[in-house]
């Protein structure tokens, strides 16, 4: 939806993949992005509300993850309970969660995948 060092990436594996899925706190965080683009002036009020409304088409089915799940998560494998949601909603699904966060990929290894790997 924005351009950077990885949207190429991220539009390839779309192309061969576009059956994406999230915990719906996924929009949250996109639309906090977004509210800055538009405070600085980045994007315009208009522009923004189109890129939120083309993200909500782009991630097929968002879902929520019980918050309990999530706390398990977070303390077996000692990470935030933001990264938690996504990292339950994985293993719900029983797929890896796609992420550039090195860290995270380091302490969840069986269930999370980097774009490039994800990609091959």
């Given at each position: ?46 522009q ?19 918050h ?53």
């Open positions: 939806m924005l351009e950077g060092d990885r949207t190429s990436a991220a539009q390839e594996l779309f192309e061969r993949d576009a059956d994406w899925r999230s915990d719906a706190f996924i929009m949250v965080e996109f639309s906090n992005v977004l509210t800055t683009y538009v405070r600085t002036k980045v994007l315009s009020r208009d923004g509300l189109k890129l939120l409304a083309g993200a909500q088409e782009l991630v097929s089915v968002l879902t929520s993850v019980l309990a799940r999530a706390l398990e998560a977070a303390t077996q494998f000692g990470i935030s309970a933001y990264d938690a949601r996504f990292v339950a909603l994985a293993i719900q699904m029983k797929v890896k969660l796609v992420t550039e966060d090195a860290k995270l990929r380091a302490a969840v290894p069986n269930w999370t995948v980097s774009l490039a790997d994800a990609g091959a």
